[in-house]
């Protein structure tokens, strides 16, 4: 008898020796206890997680996982049993369990009951979002040219010949860049992400860059000489083209990152904490004259002028890149800041020693204001208002 495929978290790894190993399990023990995870069942999770509805399907799990936590700090239900009595109930189904709408994803769940009926009713539609309350893309993402000239992204661009430089185009919601004569001289580009924003380009070397909300880089048009260099404010991740000959640099305000072609992310906020977190190949950070080389799944950030390296998880360090935020034992305000800029808003603090409580959530990216606020509240922990583009948080009463 053919085994029968498992449905919610889709097939098993083709083509590998372990064609037995049931991911289902995997991620059981993923979310549950990963110290256990063995490092074949590490290399499976890690091919599944490749796959963008993978991602969505496991990133809709740890929301569900991340309600129960709260439940457990609120209301002091053992979190462990909690999520047992959930994984219990979606093996019991006996029906297809399809994901709750993205737009719903972040709303916290009040019991394990709720949970269940919400698990075992998966037709269950959101409620449509006001136009102000949606993230995305609300303001323009501005192309500056080396001329000085600013084009909306959100315009239809016509191919553009940049003096001395490549072609540029727009594929969708990508900018690409083609390559140059080798003898021109290097002009510069800059592309402008405001809050509420995201963005792909691919440079005229083939490298992939997604900037996240409120970031610009500054980049040549084509590549020139024996490096390729560009300077970031804000976030952003790359998929560098290799190239031995010719090592890609990436400037910051706090360091600077050199590759030769790899996967990584950097992370270089003013007035925030900076960080490179590498997820393939290997990249070195520079500052002040010393180089810290990183491994894949570890991250270099700066405690004051001081630079620390950690292991880390990249579905948590890097979620925004799959549309998701992901918050453990953070402090809540770096969960402003992340909101604030994403949903742009400013944020005040009635009482300032709110900002050092810590929350553990996650939350699609196309999620609403709303529900991000009302997951919070439902913490128990502070309360939030909204009025307008402002909003205020202090102790709960």
Same mark, same amino acid.
Request: aromatic share 10%.
């Given at each position: 008898?053919?085994?029968k495929?498992n449905?919610?978290?889709?097939?098993n790894?083709?083509?590998?020796?372990?064609m037995?190993?049931?991911?289902e399990h995997i991620?059981?023990?993923?979310?549950?206890?990963?110290?256990?995870?063995?490092?074949?069942?590490?290399?499976i999770?890690?091919?599944?997680?490749?796959?963008?509805?993978?991602?969505?399907?496991?990133?809709?799990?740890?929301r569900?996982?991340s309600?129960?936590?709260a439940?457990?700090?609120?209301?002091?239900?053992?979190?462990?049993?909690?999520w047992k009595k959930?994984?219990?109930?979606?093996?019991?189904?006996?029906q297809?369990l399809r994901?709750?709408?993205?737009?719903?994803?972040?709303?916290?769940i009040?019991?394990?009951?709720?949970a269940i009926?919400?698990l075992?009713n998966?037709?269950t539609e $959101?409620?449509? #979002? &006001?136009?102000?309350?949606?993230p995305?893309?609300r303001k323009?993402v501005v192309l500056? =040219?080396?001329? @000085?000239q600013q084009?909306s992204?959100?315009?239809?661009?016509?191919p553009?010949?940049?003096?001395y430089?490549?072609?540029?185009s727009?594929e969708?919601s990508q900018l690409v860049?083609?390559?140059?004569?080798s003898t021109?001289l290097p002009?510069?580009?800059?592309i402008?992400?405001p809050?509420g924003?995201e963005y792909k380009l691919?440079?005229s070397?083939?490298t992939?860059?997604w900037l996240?909300?409120e970031s610009?880089?500054?980049?040549?048009?084509?590549?020139?000489g024996?490096?390729r260099?560009?300077q970031?404010?804000g976030?952003?991740f790359?998929?560098v083209?290799?190239?031995?000959?010719r090592p890609?640099?990436?400037h910051t305000?706090?360091?600077?990152?050199?590759?030769?072609g790899?996967?990584?992310n950097?992370?270089?906020?003013?007035d925030?904490k900076? $960080?490179?977190? #590498? &997820?393939?190949?290997?990249?070195?950070?520079?500052?002040?004259?010393?180089?810290?080389? =990183?491994?894949? @799944?570890?991250?270099?950030y700066l405690q004051g002028?001081?630079?620390?390296v950690?292991?880390?998880h990249l579905?948590?360090?890097?979620?925004?890149r799959?549309?998701?935020?992901?918050?453990?034992e953070?402090p809540?305000e770096e969960?402003?800041?992340?909101?604030?800029?994403w949903?742009d808003?400013?944020?005040?603090?009635?009482?300032?020693?709110?900002?050092?409580l810590h929350?553990?959530a996650?939350?699609?990216?196309?999620?609403?204001?709303?529900e991000v606020?009302e997951?919070?509240?439902?913490t128990?922990?502070?309360?939030?208002?909204?009025?307008g583009?402002?909003?205020t948080?202090k102790?709960q009463?």
């Open positions: 008898m053919t085994k495929r449905v919610f978290l889709g097939e790894i083709k083509g590998r020796k372990n037995h190993t049931d991911i991620i059981e023990k993923w979310l549950s206890n990963r110290e256990n995870i063995t490092a074949e069942e590490q290399r999770f890690d091919t599944w997680m490749q796959e963008g509805k993978n991602r969505e399907k496991f990133y809709e799990l740890k569900l996982q309600a129960i936590y439940i457990g700090k609120s209301k002091e239900i053992d979190q462990e049993k909690g959930v994984h219990k109930q979606i093996r019991r189904s006996g297809r994901l709750l709408p993205y737009a719903a994803a972040a709303m916290l009040l019991s394990l009951g709720v009926s919400l075992k998966p037709s $959101s409620q449509p #979002l &006001a136009q102000e309350d949606q995305g893309n323009q500056t =040219l080396s001329s @000085g084009i992204l959100s315009d239809t661009l016509q553009t010949l940049e003096e430089g490549a072609t540029i727009q969708g860049y083609s390559q140059a004569d021109s002009v510069y580009n800059t402008t992400i809050r924003g691919t440079l070397d083939q992939v860059v996240n909300s610009q880089l500054t980049y040549p048009v084509a590549f020139k024996d490096t260099e560009l970031l404010i976030e952003a790359f998929e083209s290799k190239d031995s000959l890609f640099i990436v305000a706090s360091f600077d990152i050199r590759v030769t790899t996967e990584f950097v992370r270089s906020y003013p925030e900076s $960080s490179a977190t #590498l &997820a393939e190949g290997s990249i070195q950070l520079e500052k002040n004259k010393e180089v810290y080389r =990183l491994n894949p @799944g570890q991250q270099a002028e001081e630079v620390k950690k292991e880390v579905e948590e360090a890097i979620a925004w799959y549309d998701a935020f992901a918050f453990k953070t809540l969960i402003m800041n992340e909101l604030s800029r949903y808003v400013d944020i005040f603090y009635l009482n300032p020693e709110v900002k050092q929350f553990t996650w939350f699609r990216r196309n999620s609403s204001l709303t606020i997951t919070l509240k439902k128990q922990k502070i309360n939030i208002e909204v009025k583009k402002t909003i948080v102790k009463s």
